[in-house]
């Protein structure tokens, strides 16, 4: 199920990059809706490149057991208590989309363990590169990457049908509890101009490898073309609103 | 707060230690009616070196929170996805009550970080010192580790006055999700006796720093030997239940 995308050589990661070259069009997709995109050529790509339900669950499951890992460390590395009353709900909350979606794979295979782990290889390589080198890095890195991934799923769950898409959606798309997040780093990016520079330059590199990730979840008709024009304005959507999350904590995108 | 015997030199450890040197009494302690114990002894000693409300809410609300952290660490290091699937709701279980005790203390002050702060280096401390070298000494470290340490806090829910005491103690003697630990550990050590052997050394390692810190949640009546005379039924239902979980990995107490 994994592309052999996502250890890409330079020349695709390069064809991820070009989408920065663009200006971010902000789509307005409904994120409670996410059944009735508002966008017509939006959800026509939702439809055609969303995966079988059953490696969705499996990859949406694993990378929000890595998002619950990734907080859950930011917890044990906060400088103060306060900080880790921020983050241990926002933890506890990835956890909780784990496990439902853990549940709703168990619907649907006896083994979910085994359906997450053919995902588990890339995910771990991924969470290395992103994992940064010091506490405002890591908590940069969460912040942005469960942004950029909570995003994604709930727009691909759009395209699966039944049931499950709409509630999948409502799973990941609930509350986060990152909220905190921004005002424990905005806070620090205001005080600290260079700190603030350094995570401008780490909130840019951690795009590339997530859209990597996201690029391995969907699903290909063979026809490169095709499917490049059918990802574009997903990755577009996805972009706009990392920036935004960017501008939020005072980071230029 | 902090008993200064926390950081104890080896004279107070030694009588720490002197408790393994009596048999373990199986004192019946009924879990779930933690206000009623049946030895009336244990009652009037717990009753005695219970501390104020606040401080046991943020020793015990901390100490939740480096479970969780322990736990969400095996997580991390789990070898296989199986073994997340059994760390990762037990984790959660531990950031729950932490929240509750939180929620508990809120009631009771505005700044609860602030009451929890003031544990968080001796507790820091403790983590380093139990963490362990691998995987197996970690889960071997949180598994009986924080049975002792939720078993010590329940029991001394009971001298808190009020509703609050038997709150605290349905709080923290709500369910662990450790019991797949158990499975986990046994059935690595019945496969690996060297592994068994030195888990064993390990665990009865553990017990002393454990206590330690049980040892700095009592409150002191400045009178030192009658002190002692109420810890030690109290230690020794504590042992008598670490010795338990013991021989239910497999390991000699």
Redesign the interface.
């Known amino acids: 199920m994994l592309s052999p995308r996502l250890s890409a050589p330079a020349g695709r990661l390069g064809a991820v990059f070009d989408v920065f070259k663009r200006p971010a069009v902000r789509l307005e997709v409904p994120r409670l809706k996410p059944r009735r995109p508002a966008d017509q050529t939006l959800r026509v790509n939702l439809a055609e490149i969303t995966p079988e339900v059953i490696p969705y669950l499996g990859q949406a499951a ?1 990378i929000q ?1 890595s998002i ?2 990734a907080l ?2 930011t ?2 590395l906060a400088p ?3 900080a ?2 921020v983050l ?2 926002a ?2 909350f990835a ?2 989309k ?2 439902k979606l ?1 549940a709703e794979l168990r619907r649907l295979v006896d083994e ?3 359906v ?2 053919q995902f ?1 290889p890339a995910i771990e390589h991924y969470n290395d590169v992103v994992r940064g080198s010091d506490w405002y890095e890591s908590l940069t890195s969460v912040y942005l990457t469960a942004g950029i991934l909570d995003d994604f799923f709930v727009l691909l769950a759009a395209g699966i049908h039944g049931d499950v898409g709409p509630k999948v959606a409502r799973i990941v798309s609930s509350p986060s509890g990152r909220e905190g997040i921004e005002t424990l780093l905005g806070d620090a990016i205001s005080e600290d101009a260079t700190l603030g520079s350094r995570l401008a330059v780490w909130g840019r590199r951690l795009v590339g490898d997530t859209l990597l990730v996201a690029r391995s979840a969907i699903h290909h008709s063979g026809n490169v073309r095709t499917d490049e024009q059918r990802i574009e304005p997903v990755f577009t959507e996805l972009i706009a609103n990392h920036s935004r999350r960017m501008d939020g904590l005072g980071l230029t995108a």
Chains 1, 2 share one sequence.
């Open positions: 694993y057991l619950f890992e859950a460390r917890v044990m103060t208590v306060a880790k009353e241990g709900p933890s506890g956890l909780e784990h496990e853990v979910s363990s085994v997450m782990a588990a």
